[in-house]
């Protein structure tokens, strides 16, 4: 019996650019990334920013137009889709519709040079690597949606390639299925020890998923880093926003030692992390449900006044007008006694608040 | 990267084509032979020593043609490249050199030295009078010329060209090569020898006498005089023949799409009826009905005590015959467009106070601009190339195609004339093929596809209703008295004289006997019968695969001058066959492609005339194919040839089948360029019931043509069967094959 090991290697991108024939602006700025052996690493971004575009690249289906592509340390940008030992999930799993599920998934191995028993037996590991080994001789039109992908990703993996690449594999399935596909693809991932590119335009699927997310918005690279590095301390307004959802206010820099830096907030002062801007105008950035809503004569805390009071189930959301902006704010208390009209504070103590730039 | 297996030291592409460039070279007789491509009895004829049938090696051996040794000495060149990588920039390089200069070399000595040497009078003052002379281009030099193509494209691959693709750049090159050779060189041919005046020279002044003569634009027949000239004529009639198979070609789309009747699927029906029938046949029965001896120009004599007429030959019989003939091709167009026009814009308008009237009026007709313009153009077209009607019934009324055919068939044969008049005729179908495209935009090949998102289309206003309703109905009934004529016509004894009926004519056309050898075909339509059986079954399939390659580069791949390619395969759209028939005689009658007079320039003729239905059949399909099928296929290490092979055709067999039996049934009723294309042993259905016509056997003509429709009527719904029970779960697959555009046979 064959078992479907990994030949992950990484995957580099030095200064990418593409431009499609026929269009003036790069779909892909000089794009610089790095995805380490072994490791899923995703690509985020608004639709159209592209992610498929960077995606293809790395499959040999476009070309660049500049820069170049290191897969497991050979330069193989020039290499053809045929040639490259990179396989991919597509959207719409591209499953072949006149061929059976077992014939799909031993499809790849036919063009690999396999003897033809080993061809059955490692199709056999790859569909029972799915949990449909039972399976292989329905129509990919007799199966229901998510087993459809187990079996483009089966198909993929059985082939052992050095890189998976998945183009937003969820957004086929409904909404309850997602998290179970989600939480396989990643099982898998980790067992076999894959390198995976995955794109989505999802933040939470993102978050859940990766070792380390890739932000890129119009063409060029936003941010990159763990989910927390991204959560916890975005580089901008645009991944602020993005990941999670952000308050973002003008402050005043008063001071800056070591690294820590004194920030003026209305009446507020705060303390926390300079990440390198100097003392003058900045941009803040305040996660809505790292706000908490106290009593308005609580030191240290903006005065606001509630316009709006939503219960939504699990929380209650509020927005808070203050002297410095509108503030968005999640109360996690919904038993909380606020209603619109009242006076409140808001207390940014904690890792809440964090310095942007633009 | 891929572990690749074999690593061979020398590239399995270079050998293939080496191989074959060599045995067309050493093994294969170099010259066409006698009794055509398909015999090998050359073999026991003095092979391969005969300078008739020697291959180029041993006739260089021999001291004979040398000018062909520089083709075997390029085609072993490649050997220099053993050991060298595809990626290795020498590969390349040496490949498209040798390639470019073997095809050079063998293009300048096929044109260059011909049937009396030397073949222009500046070779012979430069090089002094040759000795030998050379025939039409046979097995060994096709195999030569299409290896120094293939060697060619695998260099410009191995360059880097659409991604090193050798299947993609070899295909791109193949039918840049097969268009070039087939259709642009014959015509470029055809405008030459419109220059040439009667002693052999070239002078342009004389073409411009002619271009400009009288015969074709006088305006006698406004200003008085006798009458206008033929290019008057024909865009005369291909005008009213447009606007006129468009707005009823409206009225059936509007009928089958906005109204509960139920003669709906009849109409769909109709669709079918240009395909299967050989175009001159709504001529014949209009000649049944109203020429001097048809049935209701005598019953109004008799009833009026009039002398009969003629009227019907010439401009109104034309017209009735080819409104009658080229309305479904209108249709088939326009129910797209009607269906097209999202019904919510037509809620939309109604919800903001318009009435019925006003609603169709503002925002559904002009939303169908595009559409009828389209229309009107491919009316105008089929018209100005239809050529069997105004033979049978043009009468006085000369028009460009027929005009053309008595240049060349008549007692005067004249080529400068007939490609005179064909460049006239071409100006104008380009003209309007040239409008079609940049004016309407580029969708020429796909129909508007989408149907309209939900929403009902609004009913018509009462009235208008009633009135198209009428027009319709009154179109039906025509149709079908066209159609029972023809049937009924076949059984009658001598129409206009004996109306007593009798199997006669098919018998004299389609009996069988027996003799001592067994089974007799007697009749007398049998062997242009199997004949043209056998000449449209062989061009379906090359015809099938060069649409679909076409069609694959087209919408699957991107490559450098793109445009400039599509612009190229969609042109023989344009082209009529009159003027394809015209430029082959010209062209292919002398060396060094040198095939009048065989099946093959038939073959060939079907090929490239039919070519623009497999392109869109698969151009049609093709879109509705996920184009991450193939991706996928690339991804999971298959080539783009695996892919084509094992995901797109499989995906597309019924958009094959549907090219296939267009194409056979196109090939089996086109009559304008075969007509100048055939000979006393090879004559073709079409042409034989011309024939017949002209000589006024009716009886048998329309016996015979009467059968076509029912063979091809058989043909057709086989296919139908076949295609509609095919249905392997795919998104939006099924059916599209049976919404292919065919423009008529002609
Ligand atoms: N085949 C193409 N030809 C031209 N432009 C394209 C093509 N594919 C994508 N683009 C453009 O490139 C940009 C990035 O697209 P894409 O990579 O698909 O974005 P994403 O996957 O992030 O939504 C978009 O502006 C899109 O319009
Ligand atoms: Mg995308």
Not at chain 2, 125 to 138: A, I, S
Request: glycine share 10%; hydrophobic share 50%.
């Amino acid at each position: 019996m064959s078992v479907i090991k990994s030949n992950a290697a990484s995957v580099e991108f030095r200064g990418v650019s593409k431009v499609y024939p026929g269009s003036k602006v790069a779909a892909v700025d000089d794009v610089s990334i790095t995805v380490e052996q072994g490791k899923l690493v995703t690509l985020l971004g608004p639709s159209g920013c592209g992610k498929t575009t960077t995606l293809r690249m790395i499959a040999g289906l476009e070309f660049v137009t500049s820069g170049k592509i290191v897969i497991g340390g050979m330069d193989v940008t020039t290499l053809p889709a045929t040639e490259r030992d990179v396989s991919m999930v597509f959207q719409s799993y591209a499953l072949f519709p006149h061929m059976t599920v077992r014939e799909n998934v031993e499809y790849g191995l036919k063009f690999s040079g396999f003897p033809k028993k080993e061809i059955g037996e490692r199709a056999m590991a790859g569909l029972m690597l799915v949990g449909l080994q039972d399976y292989g001789a329905r129509l990919p039109s007799q199966l229901s949606g998510g087993q459809q992908q187990r079996v483009a990703v089966a198909r993929a993996l059985v082939l052992e390639p050095q890189v998976l690449l998945f183009d937003e594999p969820l957004s086929n399935l409904d909404a309850k299925l997602r998290r179970q596909v989600r939480e396989d693809i990643r099982d898998l991932q980790i067992k076999l020890g894959l390198t995976v590119v995955y794109v989505t335009h999802d933040q939470e699927e993102a978050l859940a998923v990766s070792d380390r997310i890739i932000v890129m918005n119009n063409a060029v690279v936003a941010q990159e880093g763990t989910p927390r590095d991204l959560y916890d301390a975005p580089a901008n307004a645009f991944v602020a926003d993005f990941i999670g959802e952000a308050n973002l206010l003008d402050c005043e820099v008063t001071s800056v030692e070591n690294g820590e830096a004194s920030v003026r907030l209305g009446p507020v002062s705060l303390a926390m992390s300079a990440r390198g801007r100097a003392p003058g105008p900045a941009r803040l950035a305040v996660r809505p449900d790292r706000i908490d809503l106290v009593n308005p004569s609580t030191k240290n805390t903006l005065p606001a006044t509630l316009t709006k009071v939503t219960y939504v189930g699990k929380h209650l959301e509020c927005l808070a007008e203050t002297e410095v902006g509108t503030f968005f704010a999640i109360c996690h208390d919904v038993d909380a006694q606020v209603k619109p009209g009242d006076m409140v504070g808001l207390d940014f103590r904690g890792r809440g608040p964090v310095l942007i730039g633009d | 990267m891929r572990q690749v297996q074999h690593q061979s030291a020398f590239h399995p592409t270079v050998i293939l084509w080496m191989m074959v460039g060599l045995s067309g070279f050493v093994l294969l007789p170099w010259y066409m032979l006698d009794d055509g491509l398909f015999s090998f009895s050359w073999v026991s004829d003095g092979y391969p020593f005969d300078s008739d049938v020697a291959p180029a090696l041993f006739l260089v051996l021999q001291g004979q043609k040398m000018w062909l040794a520089p083709l075997g000495g390029l085609l072993v060149l490649p050997l220099a490249l053993w050991g060298r990588r595809k990626n290795d920039p020498v590969f390349g390089n040496v490949l498209i050199a040798v390639g470019l200069s073997g095809l050079v070399w063998f293009f300048a000595q096929g044109y260059g030295i011909s049937l009396r040497g030397w073949n222009a009078a500046f070779l012979t003052d430069m090089f002094g009078k040759l000795p030998e002379r050379q025939f039409g281009m046979g097995w060994g030099a096709g195999l030569v010329g299409s290896a120094f193509l293939f060697l060619l494209t695998l260099g410009i691959a191995a360059r880097g060209a659409v991604g090193g693709d050798v299947f993609v750049v070899s295909s791109i090159g193949l039918i840049v090569g097969l268009v070039t050779l087939f259709i642009l060189l014959p015509i470029l041919k055809m405008l030459g020898s419109a220059l040439i005046t009667e002693d052999g020279g070239y002078s342009l002044s004389s073409f411009a006498g002619k271009f400009l003569s009288l015969r074709i634009w006088g305006l006698g027949c406004i200003t008085g005089g006798s009458r206008c000239g033929v290019a008057w004529n024909s865009l005369f009639l291909a005008v009213i023949v447009g606007i006129v198979t468009t707005l009823l070609g409206l009225v059936f789309a509007l009928i089958a799409t906005r109204t509960n009747a139920r003669f709906q699927k009849l109409l769909r029906a109709l669709t079918v009826l240009p395909v299967i029938t050989p175009p001159f046949v709504i001529g014949l029965a209009i000649i049944l009905l109203f020429g001097l001896s048809g049935v209701f120009t005598q019953g109004w004599a008799w009833l009026f005590d009039i002398q009969p007429t003629r009227w019907v030959y010439g401009l109104p019989g034309l017209l009735i015959a080819q409104t009658l003939a080229f309305t479904p091709i209108a249709f088939l167009v326009l129910i797209g467009v009607v269906e097209g026009v999202s019904p919510s814009m037509e809620e939309a308008a109604q919800t903001l106070r318009a009435n019925r009237w006003q609603t169709f009026w503002t925002v559904s007709l002009p939303l169908m601009r595009p559409g009828l313009a389209n229309a009107f153009l491919l009316g105008f077209i089929e018209s100005m190339a239809d050529f069997g009607n105004p033979l049978v019934l043009g009468g006085n009324f000369d028009v460009l195609s027929t005009e053309i055919f008595f240049a060349i068939v008549g007692a005067q044969y004249d080529q400068a004339q007939a490609a005179v008049l064909a460049i006239v005729l071409l100006v104008f179908t380009l003209s309007a093929f040239y409008a079609q495209r940049f004016w309407l935009g580029k969708k020429s090949y796909t129909t508007v596809a989408g149907k309209g998102d939900a929403g009902v289309h609004p009913p018509l206003p009462r009235g208008f209703t009633l009135s198209i309703g009428s027009v319709a109905a009154f179109w039906l009934m025509l149709t079908v008295l066209v159609y029972v004529t023809i049937l009924y016509a076949s059984f009658v004894k001598l129409w206009g004289v004996d109306f007593s009926l009798t199997f006669g004519h098919y018998i004299q056309a389609f009996s069988v006997g027996w003799n001592e050898f067994g089974l007799h075909w007697n009749g007398s339509a049998w062997d242009s019968f199997f004949t043209t059986l056998w000449i449209a079954l062989v061009s379906a399939l090359p015809t099938a695969i060069i649409g679909l390659l076409t069609a694959y580069l087209l919408v699957r791949q991107r490559f450098a001058g793109k445009g400039a390619f599509e612009f190229g395969t969609m042109l023989s759209f344009a082209i009529p066959g009159t003027v394809i028939g015209v430029s082959y005689v010209i062209a292919f009658n002398v060396p060094p492609i040198e095939i009048t007079g065989t099946a093959i320039i038939l073959i060939v003729s079907f090929i490239f005339r039919n070519m623009p239905v497999g392109v869109r059949a698969g151009v049609a399909s093709m879109s509705q194919l996920d184009k991450s099928l193939d991706e996928s296929s690339l991804t999971l290490g298959a080539n783009s040839f695996q892919t084509f092979i094992r995901i797109i055709l499989p995906l597309l067999r019924p958009a094959i089948l549907a090219a296939l039996v267009y194409s056979f049934v196109r090939a089996m009723t086109a009559i304008s360029a075969v007509i100048f294309l055939v000979s006393a042993r090879y004559d073709l259905s079409t042409s034989y019931i011309i024939g017949r016509v002209e000589n006024n056997e009716y009886g048998i003509a329309i016996a015979y043509a009467t059968a076509l429709v029912f063979v091809m009527l058989a043909v057709i719904g086989c296919m139908q069967m076949i295609v509609g029970r095919r249905n392997i779960g795919r998104r939006g697959q099924a059916g599209s094959a049976n919404q292919i555009q065919v423009p008529g046979g002609g």
